[in-house]
């Protein structure tokens, strides 16, 4: 069974803070990990993903196969980067599963 | 290119009552996917279909059911709606390799009363 744990409902941060949104997963094979974003009012979007290595708008994040996991980073908060962050895990037979969610609150 | 799309955008129903949500795509996506949202439970997959032609439960399968009517479309139906199934309904669809990412509609808003 794959999963994905995301521990934190609400994190919030001042604007400048750095930030770090975590996630967990639970999957015997080689997962490929996802972090989506949902802005007020607007679909679901894909922010990066593992296997890209890449920094969107400031944010990076890093799988540790060790301590499986991946979580989500950006060393200064800005008040756009509120939003609900999503981690999500891509196994076997393209099923593809979602932590709970962490609603980040950036306080100006 | 639109992308997803899904139709209703807001639906209520009563308890009881049946309806099926739609799904379309034009990305030439083999995999597509609905999801529900719900607050403090994230994304939970119901159904998804890996290809055309085939279909395969997620999470939260019971009270749907789904039809991949060809490579485009992938509907949601609830046969007999319950206040359980008042969410936000989210299709998605990906390519072929399992590190596509997913891209999603805009959702549809049920109520059931």
């Known amino acids: 069974a794959q999963r994905v744990t995301q521990p934190e409902k609400l994190l919030s941060v001042f604007k400048g803070a750095p930030v770090e949104l975590k996630c967990n997963y639970s999957?015997?094979?080689?997962?490929?990990l996802f972090w989506y974003v949902q802005y007020s009012r607007q679909r679901l979007q894909l922010l990066l993903r593992h296997i890209s290595r890449e920094s969107i708008k400031g944010f990076t994040a890093d799988l540790n196969k060790g301590e499986t996991s991946f979580h989500l980073k950006k060393p200064f908060a800005q008040e756009e980067d509120s939003a609900m962050y999503y981690c999500a895990l891509s196994g076997g037979y393209q099923k593809v599963t979602f932590g709970t969610g962490t609603k980040l609150q950036v306080i100006p | 290119n639109a992308g997803v799309t899904q139709t209703p955008k807001f639906q209520v129903l009563k308890t009881g009552q049946s309806m099926t949500l739609q799904c379309a795509q034009d990305m030439n996506h083999n995999s597509m996917y609905w999801y529900r949202q719900d607050p403090g439970m994230g994304l939970r997959l119901i159904y998804y279909?890996?290809?055309?032609?085939?279909?395969d439960k997620g999470e939260v399968p019971n009270g749907y059911n789904v039809s991949r009517l060809n490579k485009r479309e992938f509907s949601l139906r609830l046969e007999s709606a319950a206040p359980s199934q008042t969410s936000v309904y989210f299709c998605a669809t990906t390519g072929s390799s399992y590190n596509s990412p997913l891209h999603f509609g805009n959702g549809t808003r049920l109520t059931v009363t």
């Open positions: 279909s890996a290809s055309e032609g085939t279909t």
């Open positions: 999957y015997s094979g080689s997962p490929e």
